[in-house]
C-alpha cells in the first residue's frame, strides 16, 4: 500500500491533524499481538536495520541524576510506513524506592506524509516484547542448536525472554535462572512454566548458571560501574552470550577476548561509551546484529567461538511495533481518540 492509500484508509477513522489516539498501558498488552507476530516484526525491523534501509539517529538523553537515563528515540522505517519516538526513561532504584518499574515510557507515532501525530502510547509492553524478541531472534541465528539457556535478571525483561526463548532455541532441554530476589525467581517459575515445555531451574548461583548453559542472557541493571558479577574463568569458548544490560553484569575480560563482539547498533554502543558505560574501553565490534539477520554477515563460524552480542535496543524495532498496535487498535476501535 502507498503512502497515500495508507493515509487514506488512517483518515477514515481519525482526523490526522486534529486527532490523535490514546492507546494505555492495558489496551497495547491486551491488543493481541501474539510472541510469533512479534518476532515477525522485530525481524523485519532488524532486517531493515541490517540493510541499512532506516534512518535512526543514536539516542540522546537527559540525567537529572548520575544514575538514570531519560532517552528520545525516533526512527524511520519505510518499509513498515513507521515513523516517530519513544521516550522512555531508566531509574534503576524505582522498584526499592517507589515499588514502581525501573523504565517507562510513551511512544508517539506519527504520519509519514503529513508529519502530524497519530498516536500517544504506553510504552512499557512493547519495550517488554522487542528487547527479548532482539534477543532471541540473534540466539537463534548464534546458537541455534543450544540444549541450555541460562537468564540472570528475573524482572520484566528476564520474565519475558524466557517466554520467547524457546521459541527459537528448539533443542533447549533446561532452562536455569537466577536473580538476587528469590521471590522474582518464583515469580518467573509461577508465570512462565506453565506455557513452556523446558523445565525452568532455579540456579543456586551466577557462577552455576555460566558453567552449565551453552546461551546466556542478562537484564539487570544499567551503570557506569561494572559489576562483574560473572567472572571471565567461569566463561568457556563456544559459548553465546546476549546481555539487554550493556557491559554491566559481565567481567569486561569476557568481552575483551570473546572471538565476536557483536552489537545491535555501533553508533548506541560508542555513544554509551561516551557517557562512560564502558570503564574499561568498548571492545573491538565484528558487526550490528541486524546484519546477520539480513544475511549481510556471518555469525558463528566456528563451535568454538566465544560470541558476545550486546543488545542495547532500537527504536526501528519501536515504532515497528508501535505502528502494528495502532492499526490494530484503529481497526478494531480500542484506544480513546482525542483533539490534538
Ligand atoms: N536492551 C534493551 O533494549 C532494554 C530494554 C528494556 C530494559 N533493558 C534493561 O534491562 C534491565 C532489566 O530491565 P527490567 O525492566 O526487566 O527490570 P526489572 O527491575 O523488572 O528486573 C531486573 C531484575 O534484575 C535483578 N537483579 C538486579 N541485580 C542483579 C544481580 N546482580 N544479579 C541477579 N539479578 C539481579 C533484580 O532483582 C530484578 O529482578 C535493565 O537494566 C533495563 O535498563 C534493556
Not at 501474539?34 to 531493515?48: G, P
Not at 537515563?69 to 522505517?77: D, G, L, Q, T
Amino acid at each position: 500500500m502507498d503512502l497515500m492509500r495508507d493515509r487514506e484508509e488512517i483518515s477514515k477513522k481519525l482526523n490526522i491533524g486534529s486527532e490523535v489516539l490514546y492507546l494505555t498501558k492495558q489496551e497495547c498488552s491486551n491488543i493481541g499481538i501474539t510472541t510469533d507476530r512479534v518476532l515477525e516484526l522485530v525481524k523485519e525491523a532488524l532486517v531493515a536495520h541490517g540493510k541499512k534501509e532506516y534512518e535512526m539517529p543514536a539516542k540522546i538523553g537527559v540525567h537529572p541524576f548520575s544514575d538514570v537515563f531519560f532517552h528520545a528515540m525516533p526512527a524511520y522505517v519505510p518499509s513498515k510506513k513507521a515513523v516517530g519516538m519513544k521516550w522512555i526513561e531508566c531509574y534503576p532504584q524505582n522498584p526499592k524506592k517507589f515499588g514502581i518499574p525501573q523504565t517507562t515510557g510513551l511512544l508517539i507515532l506519527n504520519d509519514v506524509l503529513s508529519g502530524c501525530p497519530m498516536a500517544i502510547m504506553d510504552c512499557t509492553w512493547l519495550t517488554a516484547m522487542r528487547t527479548p524478541a532482539v534477543t532471541v531472534l540473534a540466539a537463534g541465528e548464534l546458537h541455534p542448536d543450544a540444549e541450555t539457556f541460562g537468564m540472570f535478571g528475573c524482572g520484566v525483561q528476564g520474565v519475558e525472554h524466557v517466554r520467547f526463548i524457546v521459541k527459537s532455541l528448539k533443542k533447549l532441554k533446561k532452562i536455569y535462572i537466577y536473580d538476587v530476589v528469590e521471590a522474582a525467581m518464583n515469580h518467573l517459575i509461577e508465570t512462565i512454566q506453565p506455557v513452556v515445555d523446558v523445565p525452568i531451574i532455579k540456579g543456586k548461583n551466577p557462577h552455576e548458571l555460566a558453567e552449565h548453559c551453552e546461551v546466556l542472557s542478562s537484564a539487570t541493571i544499567i551503570t557506569k560501574d561494572t559489576l562483574s558479577v560473572v567472572k571471565d574463568e567461569w566463561v568457556s569458548k563456544g559459548q553465546t552470550i546476549l546481555p539487554c544490560d550493556l557491559n554491566t553484569f559481565w567481567d569486561p575480560r569476557i568481552t575483551k577476548r570473546a572471538d565476536k563482539y557483536i552489537v545491535d547498533s555501533i553508533e548506541e554502543h560508542e555513544l554509551f561509551d561516551k557517557m562512560g558505560y564502558f570503564p574499561d574501553g568498548l571492545p573491538n565490534i565484528v558487526c550490528e546484529t541486524g546484519e546477520i539477520l539480513a544475511g549481510v554477515k556471518k555469525g558463528r563460524t566456528s563451535k568454538d567461538e566465544l560470541i558476545v552480542c550486546s543488545n542495547i535496543g532500537m527504536s526501528v524495532c519501536d515504532v515497528v511495533m508501535g505502528r502494528e498496535i495502532f492499526d490494530i487498535a484503529l481497526n478494531n476501535n480500542i484506544g480513546k481518540i482525542i483533539p490534538l
